[in-house]
């Protein structure tokens, strides 16, 4: 009698335990969404409460005359009449434009490429990093205004240090022709320890077989940084071009506290405080120039999130 072979069956592999169904996700507890959510609404409410809502209130305001007494119902609206006086007949507009593009100049030339000098040279692990770059960075957490004030002490006309070393009488503050240097060379002492910071973390991050790799192909320390090293760190270059301008923007703590942005040292921070919270409270015009500040700014940060978003893309 012939035997027909069955065909063996396939069997079945036994469930795994507790694996989740395919094409279903895990969902979260309560107690875990109710902290996903306050997460990403608190932060938002706080953004939009500080400083949306404030922004929009001043695009809006600048379109119109208040003093800030009475209802918003006394606004008078003009239109883009702030605009125009501010362009027109408003003489401390230029010149705090003018000093604005001066202390960006100044900001990127100097105390940046001084940053960036430093944290080279601290890079290279060299006998008491430690304290040059505790000693570079301290004022950095000092406040604008107090710095101004710390450098009083070489400015003063008549008790300066500046002034008793080399005999002179200069008032380096009060001075028209010379106090927007002065606050330059304060300002840039600060500046110079950020740059610093951020430069040198950034060179702790940059493969060694780089550098390995330029020195076998014969390139000198000079060479090996401005063509391996620097466009490496593109990314941070980017930040810290940000930085600088935003800084030149909104220079305002300094030179309030020197003169109120007068007699020399008009910026377009302080402007905008003497029209808003100054004897005049023309919170119309002062918000017309808080406006056009934050399109300078906007311009500089649109075309950072631009290169941010495109080296998205390729990587």
């Given at each position: 009698m012939a035997h027909i072979d069955e065909a063996p069956q396939a069997a079945?592999?036994?469930?795994?335990?507790?694996?989740?169904?395919?094409?279903?996700?895990?969902?979260?507890?309560t107690r875990d969404r109710l902290t996903v959510i306050a997460m990403v609404t608190v932060p938002l409410v706080l953004v939009l409460a500080l400083v949306w809502v404030p922004a929009l209130g001043s695009v809006v305001l600048?379109?119109?005359?208040?003093?800030?007494?009475?209802?918003?119902?006394?606004?008078?609206?003009?239109?883009?009449?702030?605009?125009?006086?501010i362009?027109?007949?408003?003489?401390?507009?230029?010149?705090?434009?003018?000093h604005n593009l001066i202390w960006l100049g100044f900001l990127f030339f100097i105390p940046t490429v001084l940053g960036i000098l430093l944290a080279v040279l601290l890079d290279r692990e060299i006998r008491g990093s430690r304290f040059y770059q505790t000693a570079f960075y301290m004022p950095v957490v000092l406040s604008v205004?107090?710095?101004?004030?710390?450098?009083q002490l070489f400015y003063s006309r008549d008790q300066g240090l500046i002034n008793d070393v080399f005999g002179t009488?200069?008032?380096?503050?009060?001075?028209?022709d010379i106090n927007l240097w002065a606050v330059l060379v304060a300002t840039g002492w600060r500046h110079t320890g950020y740059i610093m910071l951020i430069y040198l973390a950034g060179l702790k991050g940059v493969d060694a077989s780089l550098r390995e790799a330029a020195a076998v192909d014969g390139a000198s320390e000079v060479k090996t940084f401005f063509h391996v090293i620097f466009p490496v760190m593109r990314p941070i270059n980017m930040i810290v071009?940000?930085?600088?301008?935003?800084?030149?923007?909104?220079?305002?703590?300094?030179?309030w506290v020197i003169n109120k942005g007068r007699n020399g040292l008009e910026v377009i921070g302080a402007l905008v405080a003497q029209n808003v919270i100054g004897e005049a409270t023309r919170y119309g015009f002062g918000s017309a120039l808080a406006v056009i500040m934050m399109l300078i700014s906007s311009i500089f940060i649109t075309l950072y999130l631009r290169n941010v978003f495109r080296e998205e893309r390729r990587g």
């Open positions: 079945t592999p036994p469930d795994r335990a507790g694996a989740p169904p395919q094409g279903r996700e895990k969902k979260l507890a600048s379109f119109g005359t208040w003093n800030g007494f009475g209802d918003l119902d006394t606004i008078e609206w003009v239109g883009f009449q702030n605009y125009k006086d362009a027109t007949i408003y003489p401390p507009f230029w010149p705090a434009i003018q205004a107090l710095i101004g004030f710390i450098w009488q200069v008032d380096w503050y009060g001075d028209p071009v940000v930085i600088v301008v935003i800084e030149s923007l909104r220079a305002f703590d300094i030179v």
